[in-house]
């Protein structure tokens, strides 16, 4: 076990690096004046471009390879660079970018997961009936969904008829608390702080901006959620142990919950497991829909800039937080189900 | 075991009526109408500042924050493109008032005194001084202090002053390794320049510079006042006259002041969290008197549908609108929309006349065989011509951009009437014409074996794309022969593309450094124009010869009759030699709640002037 | 043939066999639904445009669902748009589908350093998220289908390749496999005779459901300016132009639902039923469900 570890260990450097040296190939393919977008942004700004100087004062025409060993040699200095997209350092920026997401995606997987859990639960109880296709096709539909045409008809109902759930991370108010002083940000994560500093009217309000993007993205994963849920349930269904709990003439629901779904529900752990890292990365449009500042947003801009620095330091984050949750994952499947061999 | 399924399919059920519930209870309820956040504004904007240091951006995001943080040394009369106000001097310099001298080149501020930094330092006109020193020998590249070093200095750049001090040509200096003379020699001139006389700032010109005020004026960031002190505080140039090539010129993460700010403005800067917003707050010492607005949020909120819903209900005060979606905001209660605003900008399809044939996918065959074009396309006038009568002005303006623009008569923007002459003649949609320019074109050899060509956008404009498309539309209809293809290229794509030369036909817009027709005739016409520049060798030859002197007289006089007539006659020949097609002149608009009071328009202004704003109802 | 007829016999496998059924006529039969109205020698897949303006026209003669933002008439897009949809998400799955096989097959069934040697590099193009990926990768590349296909292929493969490979090590110990060996057959045999057609249904459910995703990621690239060029018959595109429509003038909510409305259901329905028939296929397969219902 612990040999493990130590190995998945040691891959994370390697898979994290072979990641980034993936990319830097890809942007091979460009030339400097390609990479020069970064400062220039768009056709207006070119009235006061001189391409050749800009290009001479970032170094955008020394060989990839070059610029890739400067960026490693950086990061070995603990400096992931600098990103013009942002205006800010890549480390800085994805620090203070991460939190909001974070917060976003824990917030999401509890509904994604329980409301999952119990769709597949119907479906796979009421296999090949009616309430089986329903949820199917509810559960469907919102994996189909484009997430953006859902954002949206959910912001003018519940927020421009109903006045509930606006968009963005805090009401003025609440920001204006939020900067000053006396509020300390611990995590970043505004919910978390609200609580840690007592005030539960700035934690209501953070909730209140999250119940949009959360609703979407859960919405958006019940299908998947739902559909492995519904067939390890099945399986489970059909095992000697709950047959034996039915012949032994327990209630239908001690049966289901107690022992069918208990048991279906470890391949669903994984799953939940990754499907949290999908959260993280899949949030792109969701936040842009409700104007919520996370690493999602971030991601596209600075990609649609051509930013390296800020689109390796991404991809260093997202490599590292994947081989993180796969090997707790991993390690956890290991723990509950010993059958499972880690070769 | 009948009974428990039917429980689950229960559950099941309720989750579904509360779903559907929760979607349909809602059509019912609207937004109420008083006031929200009584003393902030908050203004929903796409883009958002590249920088917080005056010598730095470049940008209209950057230059309204700066505009609300700072003064300037004058101020725009209100609406007034021309006419000054004092500001932190306390009288407007002119010939009148002998506070310019008679050559032109002597400039005289007094400096007001007992202005007060946010800070609580009080203003002097060192830090006058300090704030023009520093800008030159900052000098960041393509950067916006051109436009104080060449009328101080002569040169645009300190490289090109370097090099023009050591005889050598400017691609040959490095500006980090320069002789200890060379150093020095640029210290004194940048401090020649600028000079403290008692209470006066007297600034000497390198040559007379008509449009000097409005480079200094409030709306111009590069020229707002900063605290020499605290500047250096923060790790600015610290005013020693050998230390500055350690500051000059650096990369924006080492620019000090890139996300600090503080000024003798009405507002001090709160925070910005980047990506995301910026919050000033109420300088209560400001020397005009405090803002009526406590605190302004500055949201960065990039889909539409989000901003016109924060208006909708109220959790924005201005938001910012593209003309297409104006009627979706026109008709909304509690809200005020000023459009039609004409502004010191216009949007120019260029020609290239000297097409780089290496490689190049967008002329086809790269011959005059029917499936291409030739590199020396554009060089026949019958052919500008010809395309000038192709573009559908009326249409364009009235459906695409819904009537919010203006057609050019030149590159002078009519935002700047008294230069522009509205009596000239200029191309309008006419098939036939365009026909009969298409046949004179090559000798008649191009109406014969017809042309194929790909004309470029940036990707995402989607009224450029249009304008390439109805170029392209009415081509074949002249002659079906004649084939236009239009391609969106991507930002990157398109910037390494422009610099290969390789787009024959490209669209860009221009945006007013200040108001002077100046800066529309030198970028568009002269022959190192930062457009005319890039078109070609024969473009440059043309200007070289036929605009560049005329170009000079528009500087080197400061009698606006006597500039009139050169900007006259410089339109007439854009004109005749068909030398781009001006596209459009884009109209500003204004959207806000009601609740909103005071605000005005002024086209030099970057953005919005909280100051001027109130709410109520 | 039996399996067949108890999928059918599935009424949601049913309906998603009848969905996909019908988007495959209509994409046959496109230039016949939607007549392209452009000069000879132009592409088909470029939308026809109703007017040169921006705002949406609702439905009416000429453009029988409405048009999209910049007059696009988006009964036209939805037609020839189903073949895009079909053509991106058969290319992309269908292309994954073979370099997962090829690398999946060949780590497993060789082993050793070759198997380690694949699996880091798979590993490495798997530390990308998929969107994340896919969008760096198109902006590197440029604007274009082609493009959105190419960079889904190179980030989508990896699944396949580790489900085969599971499937390969499950397969290459059973008797029947040694026996082939021991005989000397060659080893490619081997592969596509024996230990492939044992661990292909999985990999086709997979595949089934994937086509759908596909579709869906590139519509989001669409979404994030990345996808097909303005114009391009592409679902994606089409449900993007409504993005800065779906409030409506004030009085008249969802005044422009069209633009909105078709694009969404085509792409709804078209990956509901990869979905349905992907499920379908699953429950009819999976050995561990076949022995009749649970009650």
Known sequence: MTHYIVRRLLLLPVVAFGATLLIFIFMQFLSPYQLVSTYVRSPEELRHADLDTLVKKYHLDAPFYERYFDWVGNILHGNLGWSATSNDWVAHSIAARFPATLELAIYAAIPMALGGIWLGTVAAVNHNRFWDHVTRIFAIIGWSLPTFVFGLVFLMVFYVWLGWFPPGRLSTWATQVVISPSFHAYTGMYSIDALLNGRLDVFFNALQHLVGPVITLSYLYWALLLRITRSSMLESLRQDYVRTARAKGLEESVVIKKHARRNALIPVATSVGLMFLGLLAGVIITETVFNYPGIGLLTYQAAAQLDYPMVLGICLLYAGLLVLVNLVVDIGYALIDPRVSLD | ?617 | ?295
């Open chain 2, 1 to 617: 075991m009948r009974m428990d399924r039917d429980r689950l399919r229960g559950g099941a059920l309720w989750f579904f009526v509360a779903v559907v519930l929760s979607a349909v209870a809602l059509w019912s309820v609207a937004a109420g109408a008083q006031v929200k956040n009584p003393d902030s504004i908050v203004y929903a904007m796409y883009g958002e500042p590249e920088t917080l240091d005056p010598a730095f951006a470049y940008d209209t995001a950057s230059g309204e924050a700066i505009y609300n943080i700072y003064d300037n040394l004058i101020a725009y009369d209100k609406g007034s493109t021309s006419d000054f106000v004092p500001m932190l001097a306390t009288k407007v310099p002119s010939l009148k008032n002998g506070l310019i001298s008679k050559d032109g080149r002597t400039y005289i501020f007094p400096i007001r005194r007992g202005v007060k930094f946010q800070n609580g330092a009080t203003l002097t006109p060192l830090d006058v001084e300090y704030t023009f020193e520093r800008a030159m020998l900052l000098d960041p590249a393509a950067g916006p202090t051109w436009m104080i070093s060449e009328p101080l200095l002569g040169y645009a750049t300190l490289t090109e002053l370097a090099a023009h001090l050591m005889g050598v040509s400017p691609d040959k200096v490095d500006m980090k390794k320069l002789p200890a003379k060379v150093v020095r020699e640029i210290y004194d001139r940048v401090t020649r320049a600028v000079e403290v006389k008692g209470d006066n700032v007297i600034f000497h010109l390198a040559k007379p510079y008509p449009p000097f005020l409005a480079i200094l004026a409030h709306g111009a960031s590069w020229s707002a006042i900063i605290n020499k002190k605290w500047a250096i505080a923060q790790g600015a140039w610290d005013g020693l006259p050998s230390t500055w090539p350690k500051y000059h010129d650096p990369q924006p993460q080492a620019d000090p002041l890139y996300a600090k700010a503080m000024g003798t403005g009405p507002f001090k800067l709160e925070t910005w969290q980047r990506g995301s917003q910026y919050i000033l707050t109420r300088f209560d010492g400001y020397w005009q008197g405090p803002a009526k607005i406590k605190t302004v949020y500055a949201k960065k909120v990039d889909e539409f549908s989000t901003r016109l819903m924060m208006l909708q209900t109220g959790d924005a005060d201005i938001i910012m609108v593209d003309p297409p979606y104006l009627p979706q905001v026109e008709k909304l209660d509690g809200v005020r929309v000023t459009k039609s605003l004409p502004r010191l900008q216009n949007t120019t399809a260029f020609f290239n006349y000297n097409i780089d044939p290496k490689g190049n996918d967008y002329i086809g065959s790269g011959k005059l065989d029917g499936n291409g074009i030739p590199s020396d396309f554009f060089q026949d006038i019958h052919v500008r011509k010809a395309f000038n009568y192709l573009f559908d002005w009326d249409s364009y303006i009235k459906q695409v951009l819904l009537g919010q623009g203006a057609k050019p008569y030149g590159p002078v923007p009519q935002a700047m009437a008294y230069y522009v002459n509205k009596k000239a003649p200029t191309y309008s949609f006419n098939l036939e014409k365009a026909a009969e320019e298409f046949k004179q074109a090559f000798d008649g050899k191009l109406w014969q074996t017809g042309f194929k060509m790909t004309i470029t956008y940036n990707t995402g404009n989607e009224a450029r794309k249009t304008a390439c498309e109805m170029l392209a539309a009415n081509a074949a209809k002249v002659n079906p022969k004649f084939r236009i293809e239009t391609m969106a290229v991507q930002w990157p794509v398109f910037l390494q593309k422009y610099k290969a030369g390789v787009l024959p036909l490209f669209i860009i817009g221009w945006l007013a450094d200040y108001p002077d027709p100046y800066n529309f005739v030198q970028p568009y016409m002269a022959s190192t124009g930062a457009y005319g520049s890039t078109q070609g060798d024969y473009f440059v030859q043309m200007a070289r010869k036929d605009f560049d002197p005329l170009i000079d007289e528009t500087i080197n006089n400061v009698d606006p009759a006597v500039r009139r007539a050169a900007f006259f006659k410089l339109q007439e020949l854009a004109y005749e030699r068909a030398i781009d097609i001006f596209l459009v002149e884009p109209y500003g608009n204004h959207v806000e709640r009601t609740w909103v009071k005071g605000w005005y328009f002024n086209p030099v202004r970057p953005g919005e002037d909280f100051y001027i704003l109130s709410k109520g109802e």
């Open chain 3, 1 to 295: 043939m039996d399996l067949f007829r108890r999928f059918l016999r599935n009424p949601l496998s049913l309906t998603g066999f009848i969905i996909l059924l019908f988007f495959a006529l209509v994409a046959a039969l496109a230039p016949l639904i939607a007549p392209p109205q452009g000069p000879v020698g132009t592409s088909p897949y470029l939308i026809p445009r109703a007017g040169w303006g921006t705002i949406p026209l609702p439905p009416g003669p000429g453009h029988l669902f409405g048009t999209a933002e910049g007059q696009y008439d988006i009964f036209y897009g939805i037609v020839w748009g189903t073949r895009t949809a079909f053509g991106v998400g058969l290319a992309v799955v269908g292309a994954s589908l073979i370099i997962g096989l090829v690398v999946g097959s060949v780590a497993g069934f060789f082993g050793g350093w070759l198997d380690e040697l694949m699996m880091r590099v798979t590993d490495i193009f798997l530390a990308f998220p998929y969107l994340v990926a896919a969008v760096v990768v198109t902006t590197i590349l440029g604007k274009g289908l082609d493009k959105v296909i190419i960079a889904l292929i190179l980030f989508g493969w990896m699944g396949y390749a580790r489900l085969i490979r599971s499937s390969v090590l499950q397969v290459k110990e059973m008797e029947f496999v040694e026996a082939a060996r021991a005989l000397g057959q060659k080893t490619w045999k081997i592969i596509l005779r024996h230990v492939l057609p044992n661990s292909i249904y999985p990999l086709l459910v997979q595949a089934s459901m994937d086509i759908g995703s596909v579709v869906l990621t590139a519509a989001g690239l669409s979404f994030l300016g990345l996808g097909a060029e303005t114009g391009f018959a592409d679902w994606g595109q089409l449900v993007s132009f409504a993005r800065n429509w779906i409030k409506g003038e004030p009085g008249a909510p969802f005044q422009y639902w069209y633009t909105v409305f078709w694009p969404s259901l085509a792409i709804v329905l078209f990956v509901l039923g990869w979905n349905l028939v992907g499920d379908g296929v699953r429950d009819v397969m999976d050995p561990r469900l076949r022995q009749g219902r649970n009650s």
